[in-house]
């Protein structure tokens, strides 16, 4: 693949992050908002002391609209990139599978690998429920759980492509799988837990809140993978050759 072609892909991707971002914002606004309103109501109505609660420095108004617009958008071309330039590393390389179903391919793997797995693990939580003395250290797990799982696709997706010949594609496709969750079970078995949920905080809110986290990634990944496996198709598919009239032998000789 040359770099005329990672170029197209890369500017291709970037775009499709935007459109899956748009689409993500509009999720993330009608699911995970009011949410996030309830959990902060929660904070507020539970608050020890009324002076603890300062001036915002930035209104609430202005988080869920313009602060989040700007966060998923500029998270959606970033991301874009990324997922194309590692779409340039895979094609061909994961299978014969044709530009769109490598793009949903890569889509889902990445959604996996990337959001699903530390999320079962470290799950996101909404505002008043956590302990701020462990956020730097809760946080410094998600990313060491992220890096994780996705080192171990990528060997899972090694080791599947080297069994393949010796033992066809289906056992080699469930060894490298069970490899992966394997291994993604034991390190959600030594990596420490948190447990930091207010006894009083509604539970329907809080597994409300983390469906709809979920639901803004999968929204995501899913519009990324169908709009850039679009776009790469035609940036790779060959172009019909323009159809030249034919003369035939016998209209020839007249």
Not at 130 to 158: C, E, K, N, W
Not at 211 to 234: M, N, S
Request: aromatic share 10%.
């Amino acid at each position: 693949m040359n770099s005329s072609i990672v170029r197209t892909l890369l500017v291709r991707g970037m775009l499709a992050g935007l459109a899956a971002g748009l689409l993500a914002l509009v999720t993330a606004y009608f699911l995970g908002e009011p949410r996030v309103d309830a959990a902060i109501a929660y904070e507020e109505a539970h608050a020890a002391h009324a002076h603890e609660h300062g001036v915002e420095a930035v209104s609430r108004s202005m988080q869920s609209t313009a602060g989040l617009s700007t966060g998923v958008l500029v998270y959606g071309v970033a991301f874009g990139g990324i997922a194309a330039l590692a779409y340039c590393f895979a094609l061909g390389r994961i299978g014969r599978f044709g530009p769109r179903a490598s793009a949903l391919l890569l889509a889902a793997a990445g959604l996996v690998a990337v959001y699903v797995v530390p999320f079962l693990k470290y799950p996101a939580n909404p505002p008043a429920v956590g302990d701020p003395d462990t956020i730097g250290q809760r946080t410094t797990l998600y990313f060491l759980m992220t890096v994780l799982s996705v080192l171990l696709a990528v060997g899972a997706v090694i080791l599947g492509r080297r069994l393949a010949p010796r033992v066809g594609n289906w056992n080699a496709t469930l060894a490298a799988s069970a490899f992966f969750v394997l291994v993604v079970g034991l390190g959600y078995a030594f990596l420490p837990s948190f447990d930091e949920v207010p006894k009083d905080f509604p539970g329907t809110l809080l597994w409300q809140f983390r469906l709809a986290a979920l639901a803004v990634q999968a929204t995501l990944w899913t519009a990324f993978g169908l709009i850039f496996g679009a776009l790469a198709e035609r940036a790779l598919a060959p172009r019909p050759e323009r159809n030249t009239p034919v003369t035939h032998p016998a209209t020839a000789a007249h």
